[in-house]
């Protein structure tokens, strides 16, 4: 077994923790923001209810900000108030609704678990953190947690972004942030400081901590309510008075409290990294980010004069897994590198007869110019091409699911930012 992480990484005094608590939770319940999942809540008495509704909020909020999911998750809870509504939803309306928000395959999965739960749970969310992640698609420990704290109040911790942050700068963790060891004496260390008698508000109060006063870049060290707590904030401090007892000229040696004093600590920054001028931002450490790969692709925007004269545009249908699965889209292909344009004006004219059956000629395409769209794992380039259409097109329905909008119809359906951008 690993030997146990050493004491200045631990919460190892009961009154300690105890204060901590309570200096927390008297700070969300004066300062908290006022959200819409919160409400519902805390004011939802049945638990299935609750639970859902804490649950859209979980997946919605998963790499996107709170002040983009307001509007999202109003407009979802309005048109899917319960588990039931969704299980009878189609994949296009989800898409529809979820179309701007981004990482598509959460709506995907969050419908197919609320299908499960209505056939196989009848109709009964799990209850508890273990069941939870057990038994829902799409569900992980973060979202179990939250669910379980929030919705039952099960004493159990929750592990974010914003919970890392916190955490790693109270007890000086600087080592990758992304590591299992590190991330398994996260949770370790969230289980045990989680408030048993407000565990929902306590995981809630953490999170909006990291999210609103001890941001990764510009932490808001004054305003913090558990700033006694902080050990980075000690290790500032003395930092600071070292610093300016050198000035004075009175090099007086300061006490080294906050380091871990063990060689090797899986849990301080390594050596070759030492402590910089960041101050407490020197906390959460993270690996170097993988770099997006660069992808280009042809699209075309074909457009005819439809039968009430207003313009419509041909949009068809990504498969149903993958990036943005079931989405709609201009029709288009990737394009190796270094393709000259004649090349990939020509390779998109063969796709449009292939994909639509349409007799589509090189030289008709016309070049718009490049859009640019970064997903997180990809750095996106559109090459944009017109073509439009003088006579009516039959499209052959034994090729890709496709069909033709209205400007309205195309920004009502299931289409991507980067869709919107091209």
């Given amino acids: 077994a690993p030997a146990p992480p050493p004491a200045p990484h631990l919460f190892s005094d009961p009154a300690e923790i105890d204060a901590l608590r309570r200096d927390l939770l008297a700070w969300y319940d004066k300062c908290k923001r006022d959200l819409p999942w919160r409400r519902l809540a805390a004011t939802e008495a049945d638990a299935d209810r609750r639970a859902y509704a804490v649950w ?6 998963q790499q996107t900000q709170v002040a983009t999911v307001i509007d999202y998750y109003n407009r979802w809870m309005q048109k899917w108030p319960t588990l039931q509504a969704l299980a009878q939803a189609s994949l296009e309306e989800v898409n529809q609704l979820w179309a701007g928000l981004g990482y598509y395959s959460r709506g995907k999965r969050l419908q197919e678990a609320a299908r499960k739960v209505v056939s196989e749970l009848a109709g009964q969310m799990p209850r508890t953190a273990e069941d939870l992640q057990k038994l829902l698609p799409g569900v992980g420990r973060y979202t179990a947690g939250a669910i379980a704290s929030i919705s039952y109040g099960q004493a159990t911790g929750v592990v974010d972004g914003n919970v890392i942050g916190v955490l790693c700068r109270l007890r000086c963790i600087g080592a990758d942030s992304s590591s299992p060891a590190v991330i398994d004496h996260l949770w ?24 609103t006063v001890c941001m990764p870049k510009a932490p808001l060290c004054g305003e913090c309510p558990v700033k006694q707590h902080c050990r980075a904030r000690r290790r500032v401090e003395k930092e600071l008075a070292f610093a300016s007892q050198k000035l004075l000229g009175k090099p007086t040696l300061v006490p080294d409290v906050e380091d871990c004093g063990v060689g090797g600590c899986p849990l301080c920054p390594p050596a070759t990294e030492p402590w910089g001028s960041l101050g407490v931002t020197n906390f959460p450490r993270k690996a170097a980010k993988k ?70 000629a090189a030289g008709g395409l016309q070049l718009i110019g490049e859009v640019v769209h970064v997903f997180s794992h990809i750095h996106q380039t559109y090459v944009v091409y017109s073509l439009p259409l003088d006579r009516d097109v039959t499209l052959d329905p034994a090729l890709s699911p496709s069909r033709w909008v209205t400007e309205e119809e195309f920004h009502a359906s299931a289409v991507s930012t980067a869709m919107k951008k091209v």
Avoid: K
């Avoid at 859209?56 to 909020?61: G, P």
């Avoid at 370790?188 to 999170?207: E, K, T």
């Avoid at 439809?306 to 990036?323: D, F, I, K, M, W």
């Avoid at 292939?354 to 007799?359: K, S, W």
């Fill in 291 to 360: 770099q997006p790969r660069v992808a280009r692709t042809a699209t075309c925007v074909l457009e005819r004069r439809g039968c009430r004269g207003a313009l419509e545009y041909l949009v068809v249908q990504r498969p149903s897994s993958g990036l943005l699965a079931g989405l709609w889209e201009f029709p288009g292909l990737p394009l190796a590198q270094g393709v000259q344009e004649e090349q990939q004006r020509q390779a998109l004219a063969d796709h449009l007869r292939a994909c639509a059956g349409l007799p589509v």
């Fill in 188 to 211: 370790a260390m969230a289980n045990a400081l989680v408030d048993r008698s407000r565990p929902g508000d306590f995981n809630q109060a953490l999170m909006e901590l990291g999210a």
């Fill in 56 to 61: 859209v909020s979980e997946i919605m909020l």
